[in-house]
């Protein structure tokens, strides 16, 4: 054999040698590599809290049901970290299930008012605080409440209506219901439900009142 078929034969032998090492004889030849295209697996990432943007949090508020009080309170004793749709911030004009409970702590509440009727505790999270809320009882309407408080279990959907009687609070336990935050710009009117119950006084009969004391 000449010198150029030593060199020629070294080098097919190195290229075989490399071609079974690496495993290359193994790959399909020709047209049947590209039978099998490669499949793309797309797994939606978990949703970190810390980085979900509030924009996301109101887009899936809808697909999430929220958090119970009693769930909300499992969660924060175990530690866990909720996912922020299960707290996200109800929408005006939006039917939210809740739970409903009575207080009748004295003093002052977290935005540095008296206790009054008329106001509830909520998670500020879900209802924001100075905001409206109109609360319904099955078929009942129980009435239209401020936000001006908060408390240590009241968390998740669940309102707290403050009462003055402690023993009307005991007896009322916790019940179901259902919750709808009054949009701002609707703050200043009455509810509906005032007018078809007829509790609305005759403003009429208001103006002729005023207009007697005004003449006296």
């Not at 969660?75 to 929408?91: E, L, V």
């Not at 008329?118 to 009882?137: C, H, K, N, S, T």
Request: aromatic share 8%; glycine share 10%.
């Amino acid at each position: 054999m000449k010198r150029g078929d030593y060199v020629r034969l070294v080098i097919a032998v190195i290229i075989a040698i490399l071609f079974i090492g690496t495993g290359a004889a193994r790959l399909p030849i020709g047209k049947a590599a590209f039978v099998h295209a490669p499949v793309l697996v797309y797994a939606e990432p978990l949703l970190d809290p810390l980085v979900v943007t509030a924009k996301k949090i109101v887009k899936d508020a809808g697909q999430f049901r929220r958090a119970s009080a009693g769930e909300a309170i499992r969660m924060r004793a175990a530690g866990i970290i909720p996912d922020p749709r299960r707290f996200a911030r109800a929408r005006p004009g939006e039917e939210i299930p809740i739970s409903i409970t009575q207080y009748c702590l004295k003093g002052t509440t977290r935005r540095g008012r008296f206790v009054r009727p008329g106001i509830v505790a909520a998670d500020p999270r879900i209802f924001p605080l100075a905001r409206y809320v109109e609360v319904f009882m099955g078929k009942k309407y129980l009435g239209r409440y401020l936000v001006d408080d908060t408390g240590g279990n009241v968390i998740g959907a669940t309102l707290d209506i403050w009462t003055p009687s402690c023993r009307q609070a005991t007896r009322f336990g916790r019940q179901g219901g259902r919750a709808v935050l009054v949009a701002k710009e609707e703050e200043h009117i009455l509810p509906s439900t005032l007018v078809e119950l007829d509790l609305i006084p005759d403003l009429k009969a208001v103006a002729e009142l005023f207009e007697g004391v005004a003449k006296r």
